[in-house]
């Protein structure tokens, strides 16, 4: 399989030829991907993979030893998590960071003013009451943020990062802790956002029925490198793949 960038559109987030090492450990090794306007991309592979790394870099939250973050014109590359969430990049967290002595609404209006003042023609026509709804929210918008159950704070956790009117959205193991009926309502959510607004979307997590039904594309890491990138169906019955991570998942 080809191991590359997206075809068939301009990216609106490229990742060129990224190296990171932490003292003698090599995390990231030569990595590239790319995410167009209104791709998912899924990001997998098995722990220490690197894909934290990965993700930690393209928000600013770390700088690469090597190589490029671009958003569309942007360069990202070292300039720090508030350059790029200035620029369109928004992200959840595995470890949620929610403001958790405050309600759900003002979690999100928090969010929403930022973008107001940073970003405001991006998010123009947002507001609180309908980025709630989206994610099933709206019952809950005077609930303090941590009385919330999991997977509400996880949705709690994507309407905020939208409510900054971003390029590409990086979810980071958004349906951890979800049954299956969560994951696959988590998966129409993400689907409609996809649908309703041109930004690249960026999914990273374990449950790999979630990501070979939601995602377009995956690309797949192991110790540090890129090991494959292609659909859903290519990944499937890529035999470094499934030697690596995949297993027997039907």
């Not at 990224?18 to 003292?23: A, L, R, Y």
């Not at 393209?58 to 700088?63: D, P, T, Y």
């Amino acid at each position: 399989m080809t191991v590359g960038h997206a075809r068939g559109g301009r990216a609106v987030l490229s990742v060129e030829a990224v190296s990171k090492s932490f003292g003698g450990v090599q995390a990231l090794q030569n990595v590239s991907l790319a995410c167009r306007p209104g791709e998912i991309l899924g990001l997998i592979g098995p722990n220490g993979a690197g894909k934290s790394s990965l993700v930690n870099v393209i928000s600013g939250l770390i700088a690469p030893d090597t190589g490029h973050v671009r958003l569309a014109d942007a360069d990202l590359t070292g300039r720090g998590p508030e350059f790029a969430a200035r620029s369109g990049v928004a992200r959840t967290f595995q470890n949620l960071r929610l403001f958790r002595q405050l309600t759900v609404r003002q979690n999100v209006e928090v969010a929403l003013t930022s973008g107001e003042k940073h970003r405001p023609a991006k998010v123009a026509g947002l507001t609180v009451e309908g980025l709630l709804a989206q994610q099933h929210l709206a019952g809950l918008a005077e609930s303090p943020a941590g009385a919330l159950s999991y997977g509400h704070q996880r949705r709690l956790e994507i309407a905020r990062a939208l409510a900054l009117g971003p390029e590409v959205l990086l979810l980071d193991e958004p349906a951890a802790g979800m049954n299956d009926q969560e994951t696959e309502a988590l998966a129409e959510t993400i689907r409609e956002i996809r649908a309703t607004r041109p930004l690249g979307i960026v999914v990273i997590d374990h449950d790999l029925r979630f990501i070979l039904g939601l995602c377009d594309r995956i690309t797949v890491m192991d110790m540090g490198r890129v090991v494959a990138d292609g659909p859903p169906a290519d990944i499937r019955r890529d035999p470094v793949v499934i030697e690596i991570y995949l297993g027997t998942v039907h």
